[in-house]
Protein backbone atom coordinates (compact mmCIF):
# COMPACT_ATOMS: atom_id res chain seq x y z
CA UNK A 1 0.00 0.00 0.00
CA UNK A 2 1.39 3.35 -1.62
CA UNK A 3 1.63 6.51 1.09
CA UNK A 4 -1.57 8.66 0.18
CA UNK A 5 -0.50 12.79 -0.47
CA UNK A 6 -3.45 14.50 0.45
CA UNK A 7 -3.21 17.27 -2.02
CA UNK A 8 -6.48 19.42 -0.16
CA UNK A 9 -4.50 20.09 3.10
CA UNK A 10 -2.46 22.18 1.39
CA UNK A 11 -4.99 24.25 0.16
CA UNK A 12 -6.41 24.10 4.10
CA UNK A 13 -2.77 24.98 5.10
CA UNK A 14 -2.43 28.17 2.80
CA UNK A 15 -5.68 29.11 4.09
CA UNK A 16 -4.63 28.93 8.01
CA UNK A 17 -1.99 30.76 6.73
CA UNK A 18 -3.84 33.86 5.59
CA UNK A 19 -5.95 34.10 8.69
CA UNK A 20 -2.57 34.82 10.47
CA UNK A 21 -1.37 36.96 7.86
CA UNK A 22 -3.97 38.94 8.25
CA UNK A 23 -3.53 39.17 12.16
CA UNK A 24 -0.17 40.69 11.58
CA UNK A 25 -1.52 43.31 8.88
CA UNK A 26 -2.31 46.42 10.88
CA UNK A 27 -5.39 47.73 12.09
CA UNK A 28 -7.61 49.62 9.51
CA UNK A 29 -10.43 51.14 12.67
CA UNK A 30 -12.93 50.04 9.57
CA UNK A 31 -15.22 47.80 11.31
CA UNK A 32 -16.35 45.58 8.49
CA UNK A 33 -12.60 45.25 7.62
CA UNK A 34 -11.25 44.59 11.34
CA UNK A 35 -13.87 41.78 12.05
CA UNK A 36 -11.47 39.84 9.41
CA UNK A 37 -8.44 40.20 10.74
CA UNK A 38 -8.90 38.84 14.48
CA UNK A 39 -8.54 35.04 13.66
CA UNK A 40 -4.78 34.48 13.08
CA UNK A 41 -4.66 32.43 16.58
CA UNK A 42 -7.32 30.03 15.01
CA UNK A 43 -4.91 29.38 11.77
CA UNK A 44 -2.64 28.23 13.98
CA UNK A 45 -4.63 25.46 15.99
CA UNK A 46 -5.75 24.80 12.19
CA UNK A 47 -2.27 24.21 11.26
CA UNK A 48 -1.69 22.06 14.49
CA UNK A 49 -5.15 19.74 13.90
CA UNK A 50 -3.87 19.15 10.32
CA UNK A 51 -0.18 18.30 11.85
CA UNK A 52 -1.78 16.13 13.96
CA UNK A 53 -3.40 14.50 11.28
CA UNK A 54 0.12 13.88 8.85
CA UNK A 55 1.83 13.23 11.40
CA UNK A 56 -0.32 10.47 13.15
CA UNK A 57 -1.18 9.24 9.43
CA UNK A 58 2.95 9.23 8.49
CA UNK A 59 3.76 7.17 11.95
CA UNK A 60 0.48 4.57 11.76
CA UNK A 61 1.59 3.92 7.86
CA UNK A 62 5.04 3.26 9.20
CA UNK A 63 4.05 0.79 11.74
CA UNK A 64 1.39 -0.80 9.51
CA UNK A 65 3.65 -1.47 6.49
CA UNK A 66 6.66 -1.90 8.55
CA UNK A 67 6.28 -3.50 11.77
CA UNK A 68 8.05 -0.75 13.48
CA UNK A 69 8.57 3.02 13.76
CA UNK A 70 11.95 3.86 13.05
CA UNK A 71 12.42 7.16 15.40
CA UNK A 72 15.90 7.89 14.10
CA UNK A 73 14.49 8.26 10.30
CA UNK A 74 11.34 9.84 11.35
CA UNK A 75 13.26 12.95 13.24
CA UNK A 76 15.70 13.18 10.61
CA UNK A 77 13.05 13.67 8.04
CA UNK A 78 11.52 16.25 10.46
CA UNK A 79 15.21 17.48 11.10
CA UNK A 80 15.39 18.40 7.08
CA UNK A 81 11.59 19.71 6.59
CA UNK A 82 11.99 22.12 9.47
CA UNK A 83 15.49 23.31 10.57
CA UNK A 84 17.40 24.66 7.78
CA UNK A 85 14.67 27.48 7.56
CA UNK A 86 14.02 27.72 11.28
CA UNK A 87 18.02 28.46 12.03
CA UNK A 88 18.27 30.62 8.77
CA UNK A 89 15.59 33.02 10.45
CA UNK A 90 16.79 32.95 13.91
CA UNK A 91 20.52 34.23 12.06
CA UNK A 92 18.50 36.90 10.12
CA UNK A 93 16.06 37.60 13.73
CA UNK A 94 19.76 38.26 15.72
CA UNK A 95 21.57 40.08 12.76
CA UNK A 96 18.80 42.32 11.73
CA UNK A 97 19.36 45.00 13.69
CA UNK A 98 22.79 45.61 12.78
CA UNK A 99 21.74 45.56 9.32
CA UNK A 100 19.01 47.95 10.08
CA UNK A 101 21.58 50.45 11.45
CA UNK A 102 23.40 50.01 8.90
CA UNK A 103 21.30 50.82 6.39
CA UNK A 104 19.91 53.84 8.58
CA UNK A 105 16.68 52.32 8.79
CA UNK A 106 14.87 53.09 12.65
CA UNK A 107 13.45 50.08 14.75
CA UNK A 108 11.87 49.81 17.73
CA UNK A 109 12.77 48.02 20.69
CA UNK A 110 9.44 45.61 21.52
CA UNK A 111 9.18 42.38 23.81
CA UNK A 112 11.88 40.79 25.71
CA UNK A 113 15.36 40.72 24.27
CA UNK A 114 15.94 37.71 22.59
CA UNK A 115 18.33 35.19 24.21
CA UNK A 116 20.36 32.57 21.48
CA UNK A 117 19.94 29.76 23.39
CA UNK A 118 16.69 29.77 23.72
CA UNK A 119 15.87 30.44 19.89
CA UNK A 120 18.73 27.48 18.67
CA UNK A 121 16.89 25.11 21.87
CA UNK A 122 13.11 25.39 20.63
CA UNK A 123 12.70 26.72 24.05
CA UNK A 124 10.95 30.77 22.60
CA UNK A 125 7.31 29.57 23.56
CA UNK A 126 8.84 29.08 27.18
CA UNK A 127 10.66 32.65 27.61
CA UNK A 128 7.05 33.49 25.98
CA UNK A 129 5.62 32.07 29.40
CA UNK A 130 8.23 33.44 31.66
CA UNK A 131 8.37 36.57 30.44
CA UNK A 132 4.41 37.07 29.12
CA UNK A 133 6.02 39.08 26.17
CA UNK A 134 6.51 38.18 22.56
CA UNK A 135 10.28 38.24 21.61
CA UNK A 136 11.87 41.31 20.10
CA UNK A 137 12.53 40.40 16.70
CA UNK A 138 10.03 39.66 13.77
CA UNK A 139 10.74 35.98 12.68
CA UNK A 140 10.83 35.57 16.11
CA UNK A 141 7.57 36.65 17.31
CA UNK A 142 5.69 33.50 14.78
CA UNK A 143 8.43 30.79 16.47
CA UNK A 144 6.64 29.93 19.57
CA UNK A 145 4.50 27.44 17.39
CA UNK A 146 7.68 26.08 15.51
CA UNK A 147 8.43 24.97 18.60
CA UNK A 148 5.25 23.24 19.84
CA UNK A 149 5.44 21.88 16.58
CA UNK A 150 8.58 20.31 17.57
CA UNK A 151 8.24 19.30 20.90
CA UNK A 152 5.18 17.55 19.59
CA UNK A 153 7.07 15.43 17.39
CA UNK A 154 9.50 14.49 19.96
CA UNK A 155 6.33 13.19 22.04
CA UNK A 156 3.93 11.41 19.23
CA UNK A 157 7.26 9.81 18.33
CA UNK A 158 7.98 8.09 21.05
CA UNK A 159 4.91 7.29 22.07
CA UNK A 160 3.96 5.60 18.70
CA UNK A 161 6.91 3.60 18.93
CA UNK A 162 6.02 2.59 22.86
CA UNK A 163 2.20 1.90 21.98
CA UNK A 164 0.99 -0.33 20.31
CA UNK A 165 -1.67 0.36 17.25
CA UNK A 166 -4.99 -0.01 19.19
CA UNK A 167 -3.86 2.33 22.07
CA UNK A 168 -3.33 5.53 19.53
CA UNK A 169 -7.17 6.43 19.80
CA UNK A 170 -7.48 6.14 23.61
CA UNK A 171 -4.21 8.14 23.91
CA UNK A 172 -5.94 10.82 21.91
CA UNK A 173 -8.52 11.26 23.99
CA UNK A 174 -6.55 11.21 27.37
CA UNK A 175 -4.17 13.97 24.96
CA UNK A 176 -7.54 16.37 24.89
CA UNK A 177 -8.66 15.79 28.17
CA UNK A 178 -5.29 16.26 29.38
CA UNK A 179 -4.90 19.50 27.41
CA UNK A 180 -8.03 21.14 28.98
CA UNK A 181 -7.16 20.08 32.64
CA UNK A 182 -3.77 21.27 32.14
CA UNK A 183 -5.79 24.66 30.62
CA UNK A 184 -7.87 25.07 33.51
CA UNK A 185 -4.40 24.65 36.23
CA UNK A 186 -2.53 27.28 34.64
CA UNK A 187 -5.71 29.97 34.47
CA UNK A 188 -6.07 29.11 38.06
CA UNK A 189 -2.17 30.46 38.45
CA UNK A 190 -2.81 32.83 35.87
CA UNK A 191 0.00 31.07 33.42
CA UNK A 192 0.86 32.07 29.87
CA UNK A 193 -0.57 28.56 28.24
CA UNK A 194 1.80 28.61 25.24
CA UNK A 195 3.38 25.05 25.46
CA UNK A 196 3.01 21.34 24.11
CA UNK A 197 0.35 20.46 27.04
CA UNK A 198 -1.86 23.28 26.45
CA UNK A 199 -2.10 22.50 22.84
CA UNK A 200 -2.37 18.63 23.14
CA UNK A 201 -5.79 18.57 22.26
CA UNK A 202 -5.44 19.93 18.94
CA UNK A 203 -3.01 17.54 17.61
CA UNK A 204 -5.23 14.85 19.23
CA UNK A 205 -7.83 16.13 17.34
CA UNK A 206 -5.90 16.02 13.92
CA UNK A 207 -4.84 12.17 15.21
CA UNK A 208 -8.45 10.66 15.58
CA UNK A 209 -9.44 10.95 11.73
CA UNK A 210 -5.81 9.96 10.86
CA UNK A 211 -6.91 6.35 12.95
CA UNK A 212 -9.90 6.32 11.19
CA UNK A 213 -8.75 6.47 8.21
CA UNK A 214 -5.87 4.00 8.72
CA UNK A 215 -8.20 1.03 10.86
CA UNK A 216 -11.92 2.23 10.10
CA UNK A 217 -12.69 2.34 6.97
CA UNK A 218 -16.51 1.26 7.38
CA UNK A 219 -16.64 4.90 9.23
CA UNK A 220 -14.73 6.84 6.31
CA UNK A 221 -17.19 4.73 3.78
CA UNK A 222 -20.13 6.32 6.16
CA UNK A 223 -19.11 9.70 5.74
CA UNK A 224 -19.23 8.67 1.75
CA UNK A 225 -23.06 8.68 1.98
CA UNK A 226 -22.98 12.35 2.89
CA UNK A 227 -24.03 14.82 0.16
CA UNK A 228 -21.24 16.49 -0.60
CA UNK A 229 -23.43 19.58 -1.03
CA UNK A 230 -24.15 19.43 2.78
CA UNK A 231 -20.08 19.12 3.52
CA UNK A 232 -19.77 22.16 1.58
CA UNK A 233 -22.07 23.99 3.80
CA UNK A 234 -20.13 22.02 6.88
CA UNK A 235 -17.44 24.25 5.57
CA UNK A 236 -18.95 27.39 5.03
CA UNK A 237 -20.41 27.35 8.39
CA UNK A 238 -17.06 27.03 9.75
CA UNK A 239 -15.45 29.27 8.44
CA UNK A 240 -17.86 31.82 9.30
CA UNK A 241 -17.63 30.63 12.60
CA UNK A 242 -14.02 31.57 12.45
CA UNK A 243 -14.50 34.87 11.32
CA UNK A 244 -17.36 35.54 14.13
CA UNK A 245 -16.03 33.50 17.34
CA UNK A 246 -12.90 36.07 17.81
CA UNK A 247 -15.26 39.14 17.67
CA UNK A 248 -17.22 38.62 20.40
CA UNK A 249 -17.00 38.82 23.73
CA UNK A 250 -17.82 35.00 25.49
CA UNK A 251 -14.88 35.14 28.34
CA UNK A 252 -17.29 33.66 30.39
CA UNK A 253 -17.55 30.16 27.81
CA UNK A 254 -13.47 30.62 26.69
CA UNK A 255 -12.89 27.65 27.96
CA UNK A 256 -14.90 25.66 25.54
CA UNK A 257 -13.54 26.87 22.15
CA UNK A 258 -10.15 24.85 21.70
CA UNK A 259 -13.41 21.77 21.85
CA UNK A 260 -15.33 23.50 19.25
CA UNK A 261 -12.62 24.34 16.95
CA UNK A 262 -11.06 20.51 17.95
CA UNK A 263 -14.07 19.03 16.53
CA UNK A 264 -14.71 21.39 13.69
CA UNK A 265 -11.31 21.18 12.33
CA UNK A 266 -11.67 17.63 12.63
CA UNK A 267 -14.65 16.97 10.92
CA UNK A 268 -13.80 19.49 8.06
CA UNK A 269 -10.68 16.50 8.07
CA UNK A 270 -12.40 13.71 8.04
CA UNK A 271 -14.68 14.99 4.79
CA UNK A 272 -11.76 15.19 2.88
CA UNK A 273 -10.95 11.40 3.05
CA UNK A 274 -13.28 8.92 1.01
CA UNK A 275 -14.34 8.61 -2.32
CA UNK A 276 -16.83 11.58 -2.12
CA UNK A 277 -14.61 14.05 -0.69
CA UNK A 278 -14.72 18.06 0.34
CA UNK A 279 -12.03 18.46 -2.01
CA UNK A 280 -9.59 21.70 -3.36
CA UNK A 281 -8.25 20.59 -6.60
CA UNK A 282 -5.16 19.58 -7.11
CA UNK A 283 -4.26 22.37 -9.76
CA UNK A 284 -5.85 24.99 -7.84
CA UNK A 285 -3.30 27.80 -6.90
CA UNK A 286 -4.53 26.96 -3.60
CA UNK A 287 -2.61 23.73 -3.49
CA UNK A 288 0.38 25.26 -5.11
CA UNK A 289 0.96 27.58 -2.96
CA UNK A 290 0.12 25.48 0.31
CA UNK A 291 3.79 24.00 -1.10
CA UNK A 292 5.00 27.15 0.53
CA UNK A 293 3.52 27.44 3.49
CA UNK A 294 6.21 26.65 6.30
CA UNK A 295 8.37 29.88 4.54
CA UNK A 296 5.24 31.72 4.43
CA UNK A 297 4.77 31.91 7.85
CA UNK A 298 8.12 31.97 8.81
CA UNK A 299 8.17 34.97 6.39
CA UNK A 300 5.51 37.32 6.75
CA UNK A 301 6.46 39.39 9.53
CA UNK A 302 9.49 40.54 8.25
CA UNK A 303 8.10 41.56 5.23
CA UNK A 304 4.91 42.94 6.36
CA UNK A 305 7.51 45.26 9.02
CA UNK A 306 9.94 46.00 6.18
CA UNK A 307 7.12 47.47 3.95
CA UNK A 308 6.03 49.61 6.60
CA UNK A 309 8.89 51.47 6.75
CA UNK A 310 7.79 52.30 2.80
CA UNK A 311 4.06 52.24 3.02
CA UNK A 312 2.48 54.42 6.13
CA UNK A 313 -0.97 53.60 6.63
CA UNK A 314 -2.96 56.96 6.86
CA UNK A 315 -6.11 55.96 4.86
CA UNK A 316 -7.31 52.07 3.51
CA UNK A 317 -5.95 52.79 -0.29
CA UNK A 318 -2.71 52.69 1.84
CA UNK A 319 -3.94 49.55 3.63
CA UNK A 320 -4.59 47.40 0.66
CA UNK A 321 -2.02 48.56 -1.30
CA UNK A 322 0.22 47.48 1.67
CA UNK A 323 -1.55 44.15 2.25
CA UNK A 324 -1.18 43.31 -1.18
CA UNK A 325 1.94 44.11 -1.68
CA UNK A 326 3.02 42.21 1.49
CA UNK A 327 1.21 39.30 0.32
CA UNK A 328 2.50 39.05 -3.45
CA UNK A 329 6.57 39.53 -1.72
CA UNK A 330 5.85 36.78 1.15
CA UNK A 331 4.85 34.62 -1.81
CA UNK A 332 7.45 35.26 -4.01
CA UNK A 333 9.97 35.14 -1.05
CA UNK A 334 8.87 31.70 -0.01
CA UNK A 335 8.39 30.20 -3.51
CA UNK A 336 12.63 31.32 -3.63
CA UNK A 337 13.59 30.32 -0.19
CA UNK A 338 11.80 26.71 -1.07
CA UNK A 339 13.43 26.01 -4.61
CA UNK A 340 16.53 27.52 -3.66
CA UNK A 341 17.34 27.08 0.19
CA UNK A 342 14.90 24.53 1.17
CA UNK A 343 14.48 21.60 -1.39
CA UNK A 344 18.11 20.43 -1.58
CA UNK A 345 17.55 19.42 2.48
CA UNK A 346 14.22 18.01 1.48
CA UNK A 347 15.70 16.16 -1.73
CA UNK A 348 17.70 14.01 1.33
CA UNK A 349 15.09 12.64 3.05
CA UNK A 350 15.15 10.30 0.44
CA UNK A 351 17.65 8.76 2.40
CA UNK A 352 15.26 8.11 5.31
CA UNK A 353 12.89 5.97 4.45
Not at 38 to 48: C, N, P, R
Not at 94 to 108: A, G, M, N, T, V
Not at 213 to 238: C, D, G, R, S, W
Not at 241 to 259: A, G, H, K, R, S
Request: glycine share 4%; hydrophobic share 55%; with cysteine.
Amino acid sequence: MSRTHFHTFDAMRFFAFLLVFLLHLPKTNIPYVDFFLKSGSIGVIFFFVLSGFLITYILLYEKENRGSISLKKFFARRILRIWPLFYLLVAFAYLSPFLLRLFHIPFENQGYEPRLWVSLLFAENYMMMITDQFPDGAPLRVMWSICIEEHFYILWGILFYLLPVKRILPLSLCCILLAHIVRFIYAYYDITPIDLFTHLDYFAFGAIPAYLFMYKKHTIEQLNKIPKAVKYLFALITLGVVFTIPNLEWEQIDYLFPLLWGILFSVCILFTLGSNPLRISNNSWLTKLGLYTYGLYLYHTIIILLLLKFIPVLQFSHWLLLSASALLLTILVSIISYRVFEKPFLRLKKHFY
